[in-house]
């Protein structure tokens, strides 16, 4: 641990002791001179330590002598962890917020208790930080600005986001003669859900010389919509977009393009087992290739396509999205990794609403828009009464939409299929909204929580476990109400509602809306692996919105699935009858449990 290190261990601990409620100005002090002192201090630190140089250095007393000491000598500084460990996650979050200092901080979070940044900023458009006393309407303002700032210079973006971007640049680089392959690399191929930029390798023919890298460098950096450039190679190009996210751009010779794609797709997570793997069998692997070692010296191991290096270390081809270091090496070398889902898989829409409740098109614009996309069903999900903000369905409005169902469906002959769904709420104690004389009228009902999101993790947990034992629950939607880089969501127990999930034989879906993303993929592995179904719901309020079964995809293959784990790869009137078995086998359990 370096000087430079352990000072910014001291500033951290200075601003942690700021943020706390009883904050000692000179403690804090203390702890920043301190750091200063290590900054401007001659020599080798851990020299120092070790021949007990400090003492009497300007700066550093006896105490913060100690702590220098102990971040030397352990690695760690015990107080740091503590204060870590005990600060709130939303007052660190507040210190990002340009002009916000842990005074103000804590005369917020005293007040107002926010729970997020989005929090504080509706704290702000409801007028109540300006009634802090010492704060006032200019502050209040200058706070709202500095959280505007924070959001669109937040150090990641959303999936879609990104993805949009690339795909921009993607379609005009892939009209270059000059280009051989051309992939989209980094988390964004791994398809994460957010990412920090966006990786692109391109090859050339092995023969290619400079004026052919050269003409594609300057190509993508006169692309439309690039608000700089922060380097130009011939090797390496790098620039920011108009969405505020930076783009690398690599130019590689075609033989060397697996192993380039290979290396900045990463993860760097996944890189590490792998390269250990290689080690065992007597080669190397990095960014140039994968080579055999024998007699001290390196021999190259072509390698034409991803899939080859992968061969060569007698494993199966892993698809991206799984190269997390989650089992996926021992897997491909037992041959056991899943099929994954794909698009051509999916036959229907789950989750979906339409004018009767907060959707902006009628049933049959939705439907026609599904029969576009290749699709054979739509369950309609639109809002239950509870959820009043977004026009939701009273008991007579579920009848008329019934009518009008039966009768589409007459019309439609069976060429396409529209399924009797609800979104219905969970209201605050766990029961829904809707009594079960109702909900036994319904192919599929979906709950979800719209309401009381700041109950205590125990009251939210056991809300959503009642609902969960409801026999007539079939999916439980956007299960954790996060928004990704806006809300965290609810505070439940995740893993708990899991096993209950799969236990019951009650679905969790993917909620496929690029801001929600919700079961993680995390979770859905977790899920999968107790026999957790999971479907990919769009939660489509228009017909765009149908394509975002596109995002769902990405998670349910990073969360391991195959089409036999996701209900809506089945035909109508099988998965009619998954729904109507669900239903039967848990009235019958529920009957014998009561
Ligand atoms: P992010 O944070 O969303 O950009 O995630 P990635 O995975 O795209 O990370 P990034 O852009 O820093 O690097 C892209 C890939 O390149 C990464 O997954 C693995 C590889 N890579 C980059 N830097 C290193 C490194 O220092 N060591 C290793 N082993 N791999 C690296
Ligand atoms: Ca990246
Ligand atoms: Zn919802």
Known sequence: MDKAQVASMLEEIASLLALKADSNVFEQRAYENAARALNSLDGDLTQLVEQKKLKGTPGLGATLIKRVEE???EGHIAILNELRANTPAVKLEMMRIPGVGPKKINAMYDELHPKS?????QACKDDKVAKIPGFGKKTQEKILQGIAFLQQHADRFRFDVAFTEAERIRAALATLPEIVRLEVAGSLRRRRETVKDIDMVVSVSDGAGQDEREKIMTFFTSQPGILSITGKGLTKSSVVLASGIAMDLRVVSDSQFP???????????HHIPLRRRAQNMGMTINDYGLFKISDGSEELIPCHEE??????????????????DTGEIEAAAQHKLPKL????????ILHAHSTYSDGQRTIREMVDACIERGYSYLGLS???KAAAYAGGLSEDDVRRQWEEIDRLNAELKGRFRILKGIECDILKDGTLDFENDLLAGFDFVIVSIHSNFNLTPEEQTRRMLRAIANPYTSIIAHPTGRLLLGRAGYTLDMEAVVDAAAREGVCIEINAHPSRLDLDWRLVRKGREKGLKVPIGPDAHTTEGLDDVFYGIGIARKGWLSAEDVPNTLEADELLRFFQEQRERRLKQSSVAH
């Not at 192993?259 to 997570?269: A, K, N, P, Q």
């Not at 889902?341 to 229907?348: A, L």
């Open 71 to 73: 971040a030397v000598q």
């Open 117 to 121: 940044i989005a929090d504080l900023e």
């Open 259 to 269: 192993s380039t794609l290979h290396h900045f797709t990463g993860s760097r997570e």
């Open 307 to 324: 899939s080859d290096i992968y061969a060569a270390l007698n494993l199966e081809y892993i698809a991206p999205e799984l190269r997390e």
């Open 341 to 348: 889902v794909e698009q051509s898989d999916m036959r229907g």
């Open 382 to 384: 639109d809002h239950s």
